[in-house]
């Protein structure tokens, strides 16, 4: 058994060392070696929130996510007369983005994979409040200025960037910043253009309905 000390308030979560071991070779490594997690069979992390650790462990024995650490069923009236009023479920996609963030940090491809799919699917398919959308796009954008990470990850920004560009979302293109912006711009730009550069001929999503009996003949001469 291999002990990680989490968070600022240290708590402890005891795993079995060959599944860690397993999943993450940066673990296998540290536990591995010579120095002081090797020595002690103990690492810490106290820079990671314990519920997003505890993502990870269920995912250590489990491989799959726990649905129940970012997925928030709405209240149905039926079920619970005395409940709040009826509201549609909801994903924390932050808590994802925590998740795909401390997978990277410890060479954990297969998670990372999960965490985005469920993000993307979730946003995707519109199961996401715009409150919750606002405040993903705001964690993975945040910048040193703001006291974030300005080089939160490269994939999650990407993320970002579709979801404003394709989902059904039409309200995110007022708050998202301006390089998001640029970014989507470019994104749709690329679209119109086959990967030897040549340009895709798109004129008729510009054409207007012509109703039956309006056409008319071309004449050319």
Known sequence: MVTFIVGPDKQSFVVHKHLASAHSPFIRAAFESKMLEGITQT??????NCSTFGMLVHFLYTAQLDESSYFIPGYDPIDD?????CRSDDYNLVQLAKLWELAERLLMPTLQNYAVSEIWRAADEGWVSEERLRAFVAYVCETDEGGGDANR????????VNIAAWSQYKCIMNWIPDSICREVADLLKRQYHKKDGTKVAREEHFFVVVEPGEEVSRIDG
């Not at 690492?43 to 990671?48: A, K, P, Q, S, Y």
Request: charged fraction near 20%; aromatic fraction near 6%.
């Open 43 to 48: 690492m810490h992390l106290e820079d990671i």
């Open 81 to 85: 007369p005395t409940g709040p009023p």
């Open 153 to 160: 990850g490269y994939l999650l920004r990407e993320v970002v």
